[in-house]
């Protein structure tokens, strides 16, 4: 665990010792539209059998790239939901990457959850908190998304879970983009689910509990 994520942890708990009550890690974030042009994606990886991977080569494809962990409850959760993605709009170009962020304690895991519960998506790993910073995401919780365009251009990101329903029009709507057009201004719904915190904690800490609702 980073020392930045380790204090952020320490200042949560104290406020909750404080207040008497429980409080997530990070707040509920919505699904976020890049204003401006579209900064391009870089990220280079290993897929499960330890060939390097890079975003670049799946230019021409609308991308979706999401961050999770097989020690993290709302990524494993959320597979499913996104190997239903990757094979209703295959066809139509999207291609989905499930970049682990698992060190090597549990990578040996990460096959069998996304053979499981993952099927048909592109599985790398290796990823860290940089890779996802350099994404324009908070590199401290995961699961976090973000959608390419086919140019490569990052066009939403979204720290947190994705339900089922959610993504689709973003995902029609960038399909039908001719190579990376401007988005519109519209707003999207914000998530119902909420980031998990990385392990490395006692049990109390990660997750933590808000109101008596747990993640």
């Known amino acids: ?3 930045r994520m380790r204090t952020k942890v320490i200042s949560v708990l104290a406020i909750a010792a404080l207040s008497g009550v429980w409080v ?3 707040p509920i974030s919505a699904l976020a539209r890049v204003a401006g042009p579209r900064p391009v994606a870089r ?23 999401n961050f999770w962990a097989t020690w993290c409850g709302p990524c494993v959760n959320e597979l499913p939901v996104l190997a239903e993605l990757a094979e209703r709009y295959r066809a139509d170009g999207l291609v989905i990457v499930a970049a682990s962020v698992d060190e090597p304690a549990t990578r040996g ?5 996304a053979r499981k519960r993952g099927k048909g998506l592109e599985v790398w790993i290796g ?13 401290d919780s995961v699961p976090a998304t973000v959608l390419l365009d ?21 995902i029609e ?12 201004p519209e707003e999207q719904p914000r998530s119902p689910h909420r980031p998990h915190a990385r392990p490395g ?9 808000s109101a008596g609702r747990s993640l």
């Not at 895991?109 to 959850?113: L, Q, S």
């Not at 709507?173 to 519109?184: C, R, Y």
């Open 127 to 139: 990823a860290d908190n940089a890779d996802m910073a350099a994404l324009g995401l908070d590199g």
């Open 201 to 209: 904690l006692p049990e109390a800490a990660a997750p933590l509990q």
């Open 173 to 184: 709507k960038l399909l039908k983009e001719a190579g990376g057009s401007p988005d519109s």
């Open 1 to 3: 665990m980073s020392m």
């Open 24 to 26: 997530l890690l990070s």
């Open 43 to 65: 990220l280079e990886l290993r897929d499960l059998s330890g060939k390097s991977r890079s975003i670049q080569e799946l230019r021409g494809k609308v991308v979706l790239v």
């Open 109 to 113: 895991a990460v096959e069998d959850f």
């Open 150 to 170: 086919r140019s490569g251009g990052i066009a939403k990101r979204m720290q947190g879970g994705v339900s089922r329903g959610e993504l689709d029009p973003v």
